[in-house]
């Protein structure tokens, strides 16, 4: 007969383990003998290796006891059951070390493929790390509110990066990040731009196209990022008032220009 120490060291488990499975009444504990220790016999270990491997399988321990109790087709059918718990789970951490992964990447862990390449591409015209980091911010949302539309929007993104007028104007956006104040002359310069690119695309009639379906509390979403990025955007659309023009994302039209 064994002690508690040496059933643990036959089954290859802890004392620890033998005193838990005790305690959940997964393996019954033995009356203690006349000496006053508790014994145990050839039918324990057994039941404590079919523990030990069905644990180490990844069968909870809630569920052995029964499956220690069931007859062949009972046992084959937990089995079964416990085989496709596992694969869900396999292909959850698969999924979620495919996210992790794509921490590394950046702006492709929330992002889809069209949209990091658009935000590539404005990399490469010279737009800082300060305004990509408001863009990515931008397009996130929009991909949570519009992900089906993505692949209409972006082809017109790219093409807009055609017309060198939005070119220099993410380049000198870009620059008034990294200064403070108003007084740079980058400042009217932006401000020109933007009337400029606002009065062109009214004038074509397309400014407001494919905006219909967009609710006001999203466009003021999207301009309260811009306004959060940098203290002097307030500051900014003030002088686009006074030019006649208001907003970020969907630039509007607050008074006709002079006659």
Do not use: C
Request: charged share 30%.
């Amino acid at each position: 007969m064994l002690t508690i120490g040496q059933l643990a060291a036959y089954a290859g488990v802890t004392v620890r383990a033998v005193r838990h499975y005790h305690q959940i009444g997964l393996l019954p504990e033995p009356e203690r003998d006349a000496s006053g220790y508790r014994t145990y016999g050839a039918p324990a270990v057994v039941a404590l290796i079919k523990i030990r491997t069905l644990a180490e399988a990844g069968v909870p321990l809630g569920r052995i006891a029964r499956m220690l109790e069931a007859d062949e087709a009972d046992f084959a059918e937990a089995i079964d059951g416990i085989d496709a718990h596992l694969r869900d789970e396999i292909a959850r951490l698969e999924t979620s070390r495919k996210q992790i992964a794509q921490l590394a990447a950046g702006d492709s862990l929330v992002l889809p493929p069209p949209v990091v390449a658009y935000l590539d591409r404005l990399r490469e015209i010279g737009a800082s790390e300060r305004m990509l980091a408001g863009e990515r911010d931008g397009w996130i949302l929009i991909a949570a509110r519009w992900p089906d539309k993505l692949a209409e929007w972006i082809p017109d993104k790219f093409a807009q990066l055609e017309d060198p007028r939005i070119v220099r104007l993410y380049q000198v956006l870009s620059a008034l990040m990294e200064t403070k104040g108003l007084d740079d002359p980058l400042v009217l310069e932006a401000v020109d731009l933007l009337v400029e690119l606002a009065e062109s695309a009214a004038g074509a009639g397309g400014f407001e196209a494919g905006t219909g379906e967009w609710d006001e509390m999203f466009f003021a979403l999207l301009d309260n990022l811009a306004d959060e990025a940098d203290g002097r955007a307030e500051q900014l659309r003030e002088l686009m008032r006074e030019r006649g023009w208001d907003g970020w994302t969907r630039m509007r039209r607050v008074r006709e220009p002079p006659a």
